[in-house]
């Protein structure tokens, strides 16, 4: 293998640097921390996840040749860690979670859900890890704040996106289209530094941070389509290695979901065998390798759920939807019994929306229910072919039961420009759109005629006029009155294009 003696010394050092680790001096480290983050936090609890590997270095030959891009990985590391956690800045008297072995049947994760916390406070936390306990390394002190307590009047605000791919960032856009960068791989001197936009997302300092789906792409390149749980493990690897990602971590908590390309493939459902991309990866690794790789579920949950509902504060709840698990084959023609979210799914986010009081409810769901989309589709909520019977008898049941249109508002993934589109009804939708540039593309105009929408029946206030990368930023803010809410899009170097506010 051929590789430049400054590409070494800038992953070592940043990963030393990254990973803040003390030594014992009389006993060189054979054992590194991958990264470090929290997930879901709620009042009073989080996820804490780790990952440790043998080395504090990722050499890539040519992160711009698809075949050499895809043979990297991070290779893990045996070990144990133990997570500790506290409200005092350098962990006086922290608090400490048992030590956890990890090995290579959990992908040298260790994962741990903290509980007893209190609402609306700042904890610090780090990991304690080694072969053994008695000679042990101790990682930098990261943050996140718990929720504000169920009732509280406060200041919220958190960001979404979609489609961070990586390969499309170091290989090209696959749009043809031209971006602000072009089409062309990312060719800057900081490119292993990773993705800009969670730079410009740290800048913000939002109180949260959903990856809704498609957070790694188990299709791409096409040339290279992952199918084993090695290939599948080795994409979150390379993702949660870029130095700018890894910064985010440090300071934000993160709901993760999933969708096709980090579930199985395009538009991918749970039959045995696509027509086009055959049995593998099967539906049951996709799902058992997302829930391994991000920290969504309690670890000593033997049969967790992937939906959820969050009541962040007096003001807001989210609902966070699985799309892929429960879904019926995308080929079946559409019709009551066809379905995206499961009778059990779509029975809890009935009840639990009609029980909610907040002010403003909002729907997080990894594919649209507005759009419009393109006239071909057939795998979400606004696709006559695909699951439009579902998304319609959804909206009718929203009027029915007299929700507000100012009120509930849907945020979506999945599709790679950003718009604000209302649904003939008039609820109103927001799509976050791609994350890089180089996967990003125009969108599909209401009333055109390679739309799902040839009538013009959805009115779209907003839609990219540029192929961008970037990211939606959710504000709600108490007032004298009532409180606020804004829907802001921002490109990947944190430069605002639209906002939206009641």
């Known amino acids: 293998m051929k ?45 804490f996840q780790a990952r440790l590997a043998a080395s504090d270095t990722i050499v ?10 895809m043979a990297t990985d991070l290779e893990g590391k045996a070990g144990k860690l133990r997570f500790e956690y506290g409200t005092d800045p350098q962990l006086r008297n922290a608090q400490q979670s048992p030590w956890i072995a990890v090995t290579s049947g959990g992908d040298f994760i260790g994962k741990y859900k903290a509980t007893g916390l209190a609402p609306g406070t700042n904890y610090y936390y780090r990991v304690r890890y080694g072969q053994e306990e008695e000679n042990s390394l101790t990682g930098q002190i990261q943050s996140f704040r ?7 009047e406060s200041e919220i605000s958190f960001v979404m996106v979609t489609g961070s791919h990586l390969a499309r960032f170091y290989l090209g856009g696959g749009f043809g289209k031209a971006s602000s960068q072009g089409t062309e791989a990312y060719q800057g001197e900081d490119k292993y530094e990773g993705f800009h936009g969670f730079e410009s997302i740290l800048a913000k300092e939002p109180d949260f941070f959903i990856g809704n789906g498609d957070n790694v792409y188990y299709d ?30 440090s300071k934000i908590p993160i709901y993760w979901m999933k969708d096709d ?12 065998v696509h027509p086009r991309y055959g049995s593998e990866p099967s539906n049951e690794l996709g799902i058992k390798t997302f829930l391994e790789q991000v920290p969504i579920a309690d670890p000593e ?47 809890w986010l009935k009840q639990t929306l009609s029980e909610s009081d907040a002010t403003y409810k909002i729907l997080v769901t990894p594919t649209p229910m507005v759009g419009p989309d393109g006239a071909g589709k057939k795998d979400n909520h606004t696709n006559p072919d695909g699951f439009l ?19 509930f508002f849907i945020i979506t993934g999945d599709r790679h420009w950003q718009y604000h589109s209302i649904h003939p009804t008039g609820f109103q939708e927001f799509s976050c759109g791609a994350m890089v540039d180089q996967n990003s593309r125009l969108g599909v105009d209401p009333g055109s005629e390679n739309s799902n929408d040839p009538q013009g029946l959805i009115i779209q206030p907003y839609t990219s006029e540029v192929p ?23 490109d990947e170097y944190g430069q605002a294009h639209y906002t939206y506010g009641i």
């Open 389 to 407: 019977t579902e998304g319609t008898a959804f909206f009718n049941w929203l009027l029915a039961n007299d929700f507000d249109k100012d009120s």
């Open 301 to 347: 949950d033997i049969n967790p759920l992937t939906y959820r509902t969050v009541r962040v504060n007096k003001y807001l709840q989210l609902w966070m939807v699985e799309g892929r698990d429960y879904r019926s084959p995308n080929e079946w023609p559409d019709g009551p019994e066809k379905t995206i979210w499961g009778e059990e799914q779509k029975q």
């Open 3 to 47: 590789f430049s003696l400054s590409t070494i010394l800038f992953f070592s050092i940043n990963a030393i640097l990254s990973s803040g680790c003390q030594t014992n001096p009389n006993k060189p480290p054979n054992i590194h921390l991958h990264y470090l983050m929290a997930g879901e936090p709620m009042q009073e609890s989080i996820i």
């Open 60 to 69: 890539y030959e040519d992160v711009h040749d698809p075949a050499l891009l």
């Open 468 to 490: 961008s990368g970037g990211f939606l930023r959710v504000k709600v803010s108490p007032d004298k009155n009532a409180p606020k809410i804004s829907f802001e899009f921002y």
């Open 261 to 272: 390309h980090d579930h199985r493939f395009d538009d991918s459902d749970t039959t045995a």
């Open 146 to 152: 718990t929720l504000p307590a169920k009732d509280a």
């Open 220 to 249: 791409h390149p096409e040339d290279h389509r992952v199918k084993s749980l090695e290939e599948m493990r080795a994409m979150w690897h390379r993702q949660f290695f870029m130095p700018r990602i890894r910064r985010m971590f």
